[in-house]
């Protein structure tokens, strides 16, 4: 009789704390902001779809976890009672087993087409948005927009209530995009290009993080944003980058084939090349001073370092043969032309910059 009574007290006491665990979840963003603001869409649905898993995750814990103490307490053996005591031998209730069979599996089946429902507004194309590349490196982001030469290395500009697909890549390990105000993420993988898609609905600053460990430099590559800014805005925002990108050469060249010539290479165009596109994995030292690939400052004017890492004679031409087609040895990889973004043009300007430079 009094097991009666526990249990719906017990019942009632795992209810009410069902109801606030469950109020929790959907009134969070304002009482307990760990979850900041959605900044588009469908980061909007994707926290309703987390809100609602919450809130049925909050329920079956509750009531599992609450009635498994309850029943612990309530039938535990008690002072006198012999200890090899069985208690009543239950088998087989049609009725509960079919509903613990059936309540369970529709539900998971519901949670899958809410997912689906979700998953597809990230993989259909827009008909009118705009295409944006990302692409990881060691360790940051860059950028590639329609009608912009080459990439955009600072940050990544967005107009608000524009769709927008998202490609990403990596140029060298496995990174991740992840921008958390919009619920977004997608791994950055060499060779393959994942799809995203998303309308940034709130104007901000929002960090792009990688979150896939790329390094010992994996840290810090949380540095750039994603600017969300009214059209107007991102139209100056972008024509500058038209302009400021016009010189650059092509972030996709065409793969030359052969010797590159190397006459009328400009050192001075080689070394702003340099700063753009090579200092983060080469510092202006000797051999031994490692950034990810080692020193340049005596590539082709050091005794001590008569050979290329690929072991031919450090002359122009197989200085230039490493830069077209990279090279991977015990330092890791040097890119390729395509991937450093390189035109023979480029390679000869780098090589005549690269035959300035003397050890001290
Ligand atoms: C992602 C990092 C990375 C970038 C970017 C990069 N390199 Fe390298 N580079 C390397 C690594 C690593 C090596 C050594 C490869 C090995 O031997 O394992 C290397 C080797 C070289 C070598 C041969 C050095 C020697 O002493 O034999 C030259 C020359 C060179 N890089 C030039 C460049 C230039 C010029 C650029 C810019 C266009 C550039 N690298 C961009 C990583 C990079
Ligand atoms: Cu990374």
Known sequence: MSKHRGFTIVTVVLALLSIAEILY?????????????EGGHPGDQVDWLFRFMASAAALLYTFVVGYVIYFAIAFRRRRGDSPDALGPNIHDNPKLEAAWTIVPTLFVVLLSVLSIKIWYVLQ????????VESIGRQWYFTFRYPDVNGEVTSEMHLPVNVPVTLNV??????????????RLKADMIPGMINTIRFTPTRIGRYKIICTEFCGTGHSTMDKQVMVVEPVAQYEVWYRGWQVHNAQV?????????????????SASAGQALFAQKCTACHALGPFSQRIVGPGLLGVLHDPTHPNLV???????PNVAKILQNGYTGSFGHMP?????????????NLVAYLNTLKVK
């Open 310 to 316: 690929d072991g031919d004679p450090a002359t122009p």
């Open 124 to 131: 259909v194309q827009p008909a009118n948005g705009l295409v």
């Open 169 to 182: 890549t990596s140029a060298d390990v496995i990174h991740s995009f992840w921008v958390p105000d919009m």
């Open 25 to 37: 979840f959907w009134l969070m963003p304002t009482v307990e902001p760990w979850l900041p603001p």
């Open 249 to 265: 050469s092509n972030a996709i060249p065409t793969v030359s084939s052969g010797a590159i010539s190397l006459t009328g290479g």
């Open 336 to 348: 390729d032309e395509a991937e450093n973004g390189l035109s023979s043009k480029d390679i000869a």
